[in-house]
Every structure is written in structure tokens, then in C-alpha cells.
């Protein structure tokens, strides 16, 4: 991997020799493996854990949404394969890691400088750890997800070989290449047209997949705060207030103790949300121009269910200049278990860390704030924009060469993170030329995906038992 205008350097030798020496101390050939341990935890214990900690009303609900499939299950399983994970070869080499790199969690947002980007967009669980553990909550999600839809097993596989096969080669050319190229390298969501167009017209992509994605895109330019604004925003007694639409979206008026006023909730907000903007990357930040109206909590995701999300509604010139932010409840990572303690004692500051480090452009909004609860406990939150230029892929009707496309895109940029977290030149040569290392991945997601099949079946199980109560179509 030497450079065109000369040899690489010493230290940079050195790193290439780690990735070598690492290679020579756990083959990659080894990362096939995946059997159940004989003393691996209950998963349904894993989850009745985790729900300790969590809203309990809303508990049920997380319940449901995981129950609807084995897909919408290993979405929730963060923790559960997180355990299992902990017992899986690694090359030693850390890197700061998604924590919950599934395929859901990959789309397109806009950047500060206002173009639309594909990238990861969730971090909840960030933390330092093994590259590899990534790349296998990744593999196995989309042979889940094609079990799901019906995919033939050599399509499956043929998906995740793309995904490591991009993985892999995007990884080899970060090494290769200067620093700060590798450092900026990002996919716009134009690339992605491009890039799917050109495999239209190379046979390997049909035009239906080239007019969802385009719909996709199209899309993602019309979610912003206004439009968002439209949907959840009312007048109620002449004054901006989130409309309540129960049990997802619940305004702070209907959970806020009896003789807690308004005025005294924006007295707390307005000084919530000065602590939170001397977070924020920018301090010269627009937020100084917006004021506090109103907040409500909502319900967001599979996996996050039961934690405390709000979204709060701020007003700029006057009331056609809304703002509506979501923070979120930040706990220890689901990793936190198996790997070194985060080196920062706020959660929701240890998902910014880690999001500025793994994303190639972030939201100008992203903040970190601690507030006590009405129970007096206090909790770590994280801020972002509600959505600003969002959207995703559409799992329920992907067919297999919309998910192998798919697949290499969130391979790539997977990748990009990666490099970008870690030490890019001994990744690369771990990895090397030949396809060992995706062959390996893609056995052990066929594995691990029977694995989630028998957790699955063990979490309908319990709530058919009254074990778990779980509460569908929510």
C-alpha cells in the first residue's frame, strides 16, 4: 500500500506490521465461528435487565414493537448480542464503535453545509471496542433481515459478502490514501444516485431501484423542522403547544407534578437550555436566538423504547420560525458491560464524542445535558434536531438486489467510520486482498441469525406466558 510519491513511512510501516501481526494472532478464518455458550444468559433476562431502567408504562410498547418479527426483534437485541459478542475472536485493533451498527440505523441527513449525505445515524451505544463487532452486528442484520423477506440463502449470502467485500476495499483505500483525504472522505446522497445508476446501466441494479431510491432522497429533503412542525404543532389557548396524541406523544402538561405552572417550566427550560448550548461545537450557535415554548415526551424506535425522549418546541422571530429538538435519554452503552467503562462519566456526552468522531458531518445542534427528572433522579440526555433532511431505507419492501446494493453502501460507510475512529492502516492489513475475512463474516451472521431465531422464539414464548407483557400495534 505505498504511496505514489514514495515509500511509506516508518510509523505508518509499523501500523501496516500490527495489522499483520494481529492477522497471525487471530486468522480471520476464525471470526466463522458462533455457538452458544453453556453458561450464555437467558436473552429474556437480558431484556427484563434492561427494562429496570427504563419508563415502565412504556416498557410494554418496546415489547410489542420487538415482537412484531425476528428482524424487528434483533433490532431491540442490542444488549443480547452484545454478550455474545464479548465471547467472539477479535484482532485486538479498538476503533470507536456504532455499538448498534444494524441496518436501520444507516440513511441520509443534511449537513451543516446544507447537502444530503449517507451515514450512521445512531450512536446510543458508542463506545471504544473491537472493529469486528460492528461489522458482525451489521452482517448478521441484513441475513435477518433477508430471512425476513424471504430471500434465498445463496441471495443472503451474496448480500453480505457485498457488504464485507465494501467493507473491506473501502478500508484498504483509506489506508492507501493521504490523510486528510481519508479523513474527509464522505458519501453525498448525489454519489449514491450516481453510483446506482451506473449499476443500472452495468445490469446490476433495475430501474425500480433507482426510483426508490430517488424517492428516498426526494423525500428526506421535505423532512425538516417545519414540516415536522406542521404535523405535531397546534394552537391551544392562542399559544404554540405539541398536540398530544397519546401514548406516543405525551405533553409535560399531562406528566409534570399538580402545581407545576407553565412559567415555572419555562423558568427550568431556559436555563436547561443555556447549560446544553455551552455543549454545543459552535458557541456563537443560533440556538441564543430561539425561545423556549413547550415539550412533550414521544416514543422513538424499537430498541430505545422506555427511555425518556422529548421533543421540545422553540420559537425564533416569531411563531413561523419554529425549532424542534429531541433530547434523548442517554444510559451506560449496552457494551459497558463487556468493555472498558467510557472515559466520560456523562452518557449523553460520551454519544456526541463518539458521533463527531464516527459521522462525517453532524447535526450543529448535537448537545449533551443533564436534568433531573420529577422523581428527582437525574438523567442523561442528549440533543439533537428532530429530523432535518431525514430518511431511510425501506426494509419492509426491499427485494434482494435493492438489499445487496444496500448492503455495500452501508459496507462502505461503515468503513468511513472506521477509518476515521481507529487506526485505518492496520485495519487494512488485518484484512488484506483475499476474501477470507468476508467469507468468515458471512458464515457467522448465517449462524447468528439462527441464533436470533431461537432468541426470538424464547422472547414470543414469554410473552405468551405473561413473562413479558407486550402491547402490539403501537
Not at 14 to 25: C, F, S, T, V
Not at 366 to 394: C, I, M, N
Amino acid at each position: 500500500m505505498a504511496e505514489k510519491d514514495g515509500t511509506l513511512s516508518p510509523a505508518f510501516q509499523r501500523r501496516q506490521e500490527a495489522g499483520r501481526e494481529a492477522r497471525r494472532r487471530t486468522p480471520r478464518s476464525a471470526h466463522a465461528d458462533w455457538a452458544p455458550g453453556a453458561g450464555r444468559p437467558d436473552p429474556v433476562a437480558l431484556l427484563e435487565e434492561q427494562a429496570l431502567n427504563r419508563a415502565p408504562e412504556l416498557v410494554p410498547i418496546r415489547y410489542g414493537r420487538m415482537a412484531v418479527s425476528p428482524f424487528t426483534f434483533y433490532r431491540g437485541a442490542a444488549l443480547i448480542m452484545a454478550s455474545d459478542l464479548a465471547g467472539t475472536p477479535d484482532s485486538g485493533i479498538i476503533v470507536q464503535l456504532c455499538g448498534d451498527a444494524h441496518l436501520s440505523n444507516f440513511g441520509v441527513f443534511g449537513t451543516p453545509e446544507r447537502t444530503l449525505i449517507f451515514d450512521m445515524n445512531d450512536f446510543d451505544e458508542t463506545l471504544p471496542g473491537p472493529w469486528e463487532w460492528d461489522v458482525k452486528r451489521l452482517a448478521a442484520s441484513f441475513e435477518v433481515a433477508g430471512r425476513h423477506r424471504g430471500f434465498s440463502g445463496a441471495e443472503r449470502r451474496d448480500t453480505v459478502l457485498a457488504l464485507v467485500r465494501a467493507y473491506r476495499e473501502r478500508m484498504r483505500k483509506a489506508a492507501a490514501s493521504p490523510v486528510l483525504r481519508s479523513w474527509y472522505d464522505r458519501l453525498s446522497a448525489d454519489d449514491a444516485l450516481r453510483w446506482l445508476k451506473h449499476e443500472q446501466e452495468e445490469d446490476r441494479a433495475g430501474s425500480r431501484q433507482v426510483k426508490r431510491t430517488t424517492a428516498v432522497l426526494t423525500k428526506a429533503l421535505t423532512r425538516d423542522s417545519m414540516s415536522v412542525f406542521t404535523k405535531l404543532v397546534g394552537v391551544v389557548d392562542g399559544e404554540l403547544r405539541i398536540l398530544p396524541a397519546p401514548p406516543l406523544i405525551v405533553p409535560i402538561d399531562d406528566l409534570a407534578p399538580a402545581g407545576r405552572s407553565h412559567a415555572d417550566e419555562v423558568e427550568q427550560m431556559q436555563g436547561v437550555l443555556a447549560e446544553y448550548q455551552g455543549t454545543l461545537a459552535h458557541q456563537n450557535h443560533p440556538l441564543r436566538e430561539f425561545e423556549y415554548l413547550h415539550m412533550a415526551r414521544k416514543v422513538v424506535g424499537v430498541g430505545s423504547v422506555g427511555t425518556r425522549a422529548w421533543i421540545l418546541l422553540l420559537r425564533g422571530r416569531d411563531d413561523g420560525d419554529p425549532l424542534l429538538l429531541q433530547a434523548k435519554e442517554a444510559q451506560a452503552s449496552v457494551l459497558e458491560r463487556f468493555l472498558p467503562a467510557s472515559e466520560y462519566s456523562h452518557h449523553g456526552e460520551r454519544v456526541v464524542r463518539g458521533q463527531r468522531i464516527m459521522q462525517s458531518a453532524s447535526d450543529i445542534f448535537l448537545g449533551w445535558q443533564r436534568v433531573p427528572g420529577f422523581d428527582g433522579t437525574e438523567r442523561d440526555f442528549y440533543v439533537r434536531q428532530l429530523h432535518d433532511w431525514k430518511g431511510s431505507a425501506d426494509v419492509e419492501n426491499m427485494d434482494a438486489t435493492g438489499a445487496l446494493l444496500y448492503a455495500r453502501l452501508c459496507g462502505e460507510t461503515l468503513a468511513r467510520a472506521h477509518a476515521r475512529a481507529g487506526d485505518r492502516v492496520a485495519i487494512a492489513a488485518y484484512l488484506g486482498s483475499a476474501d477470507v475475512f468476508d467469507r468468515a463474516i458471512a458464515d457467522f451472521a448465517a449462524r447468528y441469525a439462527e441464533q436470533n431465531e431461537r432468541d426470538f422464539a424464547a422472547f414470543e414464548e414469554a410473552v405468551a406466558s405473561g413473562r413479558l407483557h407486550a402491547v402490539s400495534g403501537v
